[in-house]
Each structure stands twice: as structure tokens, then as C-alpha cells.
């Protein structure tokens, strides 16, 4: 068998290896230490970048080099398989579920870019079209390039269930900073406009009307009062979470248990979806009706993440412990509360008036 028989063979190993991790059932899960977990599934991803880079020169369309091509293959069909066991490894009750979340959606992510960059190279040589540039925008090149890419974003892998549960809190409050400001630019646009002695269409051509959407429409007074409030509303949320984020969360504390860690993590991402969906009701004209409908939602979420913080067991004893200037956390979030329950109910109340 000729080397390029034998590197076509391989490429073709290397696709079913990653058809196979990405099919398979995760056997019975054995209790391993995180930090070897984590240590060896870092080592693993290094040793699978240094062998994509050394299969992409080897392969390269318009000079192969088959016999180069047969060791960076073997590894990554022998560290294909490696990574999928580790990641299988990680258990939600021992480690955290946000964690083994984590886990499992970047080593599926770094196996499919494998699995497309091998299929690439067998197409190549299944075709014998091999006239190639060298450059980025060639396909082989792009292939190797989101693998190296998914690889780095991997290697940035938590390294517990309290830094997943940081991450995914951090990624939802920069989304909640979105959309706070998103209203917070309704309201301004808003008054500018009343302010303003100019045709109602040239204020407010947002240029919508150019794919064939219209144009926006200029919120009257009610509108522009609810638009107001659920401004605040959004204001208190944001608190909320940036208060869990540094007192909850803190990385200098003895975090609370994976239970309770990966409930804050649905709930974060909850609130997330249900702010989403109160910003969407303020788009003119309002539909006061639908307003009240994600108003409910929202206050039924904060009762939950209220109901979260109160679990005896769980979070009570360290939020007792944290200090906020003269007052303890637990006043400063029970206040929180209260001023978000206000917010709300006052947003409904000028709906059924």
C-alpha cells in the first residue's frame, strides 16, 4: 500500500472516530478528581492542535507529503477517542452540571471542526483537484483554522462548576447591559422627538421603510410611560444579578453546592430570556395585553430567584456572612426584591388602567 493509500485510509479513520464519539451513548461514568480531569483534558486538546497544524502542512493539496501525514493522523484518531472518554469523565452530581455542559459542547465542537478538516482532505483526494493558493480563503485552510479557533476557545475550558456558572453568569449580564441600554435609548429617542418641531416621517425614518417594513412609529404618552418603567425594571434586574455575580459567585468564598450553583445558572439565563421578552413588547404600537402577559412572567422569575437565595442550607448562611457597608447582603437583596415587586406590580396596574 502506497503512503497516500495509507493517508486516505487514515483520513478516513479519523472521520469515523469522530462519527463515533459524536454517536455514541457515554459509558458508566467513573469519579475522577476535577483537577486531573481538567489538566488532562488541557493536554489532550494541545496535543490535537499540534496535530491539526502538522496535518494541514503535510496535506497541503498542491504538495502533499503522505508519509508526514500518517503520525499527525494516528494521533488524532488516538486522541479523538482519548478526548471523548475524558469528557465523559465529568460527571453533573460530582462536578456540576453547568460544567459537564460546558465540557460536552466544546468537545463536540472541537471534534466536528476534526471530523470536517479530515472530510475535507479525503474530498480533495477523492476529487484529484488539487491546485490550491496556499492562502487563508482556500478550503483546507479554513477547515484548520476553525479547528484552531474551536481549540483555543476550548483550552479557556472552566476549570470547576463555580467558574462555569461565572462564565455563563457573565455572558447573560452583558446581554442584560444590551437590552437595558436598548430601552434606555427608546426612552431618549422618545423625548427628543417631542421636543422636536419636524415632520413626524423624517424624525422617525429609521430606514425600515426601505426593505419594506415601514417606518417606525412615535410612542405616545402612555407608550412612552410603560417604556419608562420597565427602564427601571430592567435597571433592578441588572442589580440583581451583578450582586449575585460578586457575592454569590465570588471565586474568594466557599461557593455554595452544585445543586444550588447550577439552579442560579438556569436562572440566570431564565432571566435573560424573560427581559428579552418584556424589551419586545415596547416596539410601537404596544400591545398592552402582551405586556401584561411578560410582565406576570417576570415577576413569577423573580419570585424563584428569590426562593433560590432563601434556601435554607444553600445560600442563607453566606449571604449572612457577606457585608455591605452597615447592612448585610440579605437586607440589601430582600430590599432588591421589594423594589422589583414595586416595579412590576406598578407596570401592571398602568396596563389594566
Same mark, same amino acid.
Given at each position: 500500500?502506497?503512503?497516500?493509500?495509507r493517508?486516505?485510509?487514515?483520513?478516513a479513520?479519523?472521520v469515523?472516530?469522530c462519527n463515533?464519539a459524536?454517536g455514541?451513548?457515554?459509558?458508566?461514568?467513573?469519579v475522577?478528581?476535577?483537577?486531573?480531569?481538567h489538566k488532562d483534558?488541557?493536554?489532550?486538546?494541545?496535543?490535537l492542535y499540534?496535530?491539526t497544524?502538522?496535518? /494541514?502542512?503535510?496535506?497541503?493539496p498542491?504538495g502533499?507529503?503522505?508519509s508526514a501525514?500518517?503520525?499527525?493522523l494516528?494521533?488524532?484518531?488516538?486522541?479523538?477517542?482519548a478526548l471523548?472518554h475524558?469528557?465523559?469523565?465529568?460527571?453533573?452530581?460530582?462536578?456540576?452540571?453547568?460544567?459537564v455542559?460546558?465540557?460536552h459542547s466544546?468537545?463536540r465542537?472541537?471534534?466536528?471542526?476534526i471530523?470536517a478538516?479530515?472530510q475535507?482532505?479525503?474530498?480533495?483526494?477523492?476529487?484529484?483537484?488539487r491546485q490550491?493558493?496556499?492562502?487563508?480563503?482556500?478550503?483546507y485552510?479554513v477547515?484548520?483554522a476553525?479547528v484552531?479557533s474551536?481549540?483555543?476557545?476550548a483550552r479557556a475550558?472552566?476549570a470547576n462548576?463555580l467558574?462555569a456558572?461565572?462564565?455563563?453568569?457573565?455572558?447573560?449580564?452583558?446581554?442584560l447591559?444590551d437590552?437595558?441600554?436598548?430601552?434606555?435609548?427608546?426612552?431618549?429617542?422618545?423625548?427628543?422627538a417631542?421636543?422636536l418641531?419636524?415632520d413626524?416621517d423624517?424624525m422617525?425614518?429609521?430606514?425600515w421603510g426601505e426593505?419594506?417594513?415601514?417606518k417606525g412609529?412615535?410612542?405616545n404618552?402612555?407608550?412612552?410611560?410603560?417604556?419608562?418603567?420597565?427602564?427601571g425594571?430592567?435597571?433592578?434586574?441588572?442589580?440583581?444579578?451583578k450582586?449575585i455575580?460578586?457575592d454569590?459567585l465570588?471565586?474568594?468564598?466557599?461557593?455554595p453546592?452544585n445543586?444550588t450553583?447550577?439552579?442560579?445558572?438556569?436562572?440566570?439565563?431564565?432571566?435573560?430570556?424573560a427581559?428579552d421578552e418584556?424589551v419586545?413588547?415596547?416596539?410601537?404600537?404596544?400591545?398592552?395585553?402582551k405586556?401584561e402577559?411578560?410582565?406576570c412572567?417576570?415577576?413569577?422569575?423573580?419570585?424563584?430567584?428569590q426562593?433560590?437565595?432563601?434556601?435554607?442550607?444553600?445560600l442563607?448562611t453566606?449571604?449572612?456572612?457577606l /457585608?455591605?457597608?452597615?447592612n448585610?447582603?440579605?437586607?440589601w437583596?430582600?430590599?432588591c426584591?421589594?423594589?422589583?415587586?414595586k416595579a412590576v406590580?406598578?407596570?401592571?396596574d398602568?396596563l389594566r388602567?
Amino acid at each position: 500500500m502506497s503512503d497516500q493509500q495509507r493517508a486516505v485510509v487514515s483520513l478516513a479513520l479519523v472521520v469515523e472516530t469522530c462519527n463515533a464519539a459524536l454517536g455514541s451513548a457515554p459509558p458508566p461514568p467513573t469519579v475522577e478528581s476535577i483537577d486531573v480531569l481538567h489538566k488532562d483534558l488541557l493536554s489532550l486538546l494541545s496535543l490535537l492542535y499540534a496535530a491539526t497544524t502538522k496535518l /494541514s502542512l503535510s496535506l497541503k493539496p498542491s504538495g502533499p507529503t503522505y508519509s508526514a501525514s500518517l503520525s499527525p493522523l494516528k494521533d488524532l484518531a488516538d486522541r479523538v477517542s482519548a478526548l471523548f472518554h475524558c469528557a465523559n469523565l465529568f460527571v453533573p452530581d460530582t462536578h456540576g452540571a453547568t460544567l459537564v455542559r460546558e465540557v460536552h459542547s466544546l468537545v463536540r465542537d472541537v471534534i466536528e471542526s476534526i471530523r470536517a478538516l479530515a472530510q475535507t482532505f479525503l474530498d480533495i483526494e477523492a476529487s484529484g483537484l488539487r491546485q490550491s493558493s496556499g492562502q487563508a480563503g482556500d478550503e483546507y485552510m479554513v477547515r484548520t483554522a476553525t479547528v484552531h479557533s474551536v481549540l483555543d476557545r476550548a483550552r479557556a475550558l472552566s476549570a470547576n462548576n463555580l467558574l462555569a456558572v461565572r462564565k455563563r453568569w457573565s455572558e447573560d449580564a452583558a446581554s442584560l447591559d444590551d437590552g437595558f441600554h436598548e430601552v434606555a435609548d427608546m426612552v431618549e429617542e422618545a423625548q427628543s422627538a417631542d421636543d422636536l418641531e419636524e415632520d413626524p416621517d423624517e424624525m422617525f425614518d429609521d430606514g425600515w421603510g426601505e426593505i419594506g417594513f415601514g417606518k417606525g412609529q412615535k410612542m405616545n404618552p402612555e407608550e412612552l410611560e410603560r417604556t419608562k418603567k420597565v427602564h427601571g425594571i430592567l435597571r433592578l434586574a441588572q442589580l440583581l444579578h451583578k450582586r449575585i455575580l460578586r457575592d454569590i459567585l465570588a471565586t474568594t468564598k466557599q461557593p455554595p453546592d452544585n445543586s444550588t450553583l447550577d439552579a442560579l445558572s438556569s436562572l440566570s439565563h431564565t432571566l435573560l430570556s424573560a427581559s428579552d421578552e418584556l424589551v419586545s413588547t415596547l416596539y410601537t404600537p404596544q400591545d398592552p395585553t402582551k405586556m401584561e402577559t411578560e410582565a406576570c412572567s417576570f415577576r413569577k422569575l423573580i419570585s424563584d430567584f428569590q426562593a433560590s437565595l432563601a434556601k435554607p442550607d444553600a445560600l442563607e448562611t453566606q449571604l449572612g456572612a457577606l /457585608s455591605l457597608g452597615s447592612n448585610n447582603a440579605s437586607k440589601w437583596f430582600d430590599t432588591c426584591f421589594v423594589q422589583l415587586y414595586k416595579a412590576v406590580d406598578a407596570l401592571s396596574d398602568s396596563l389594566r388602567s
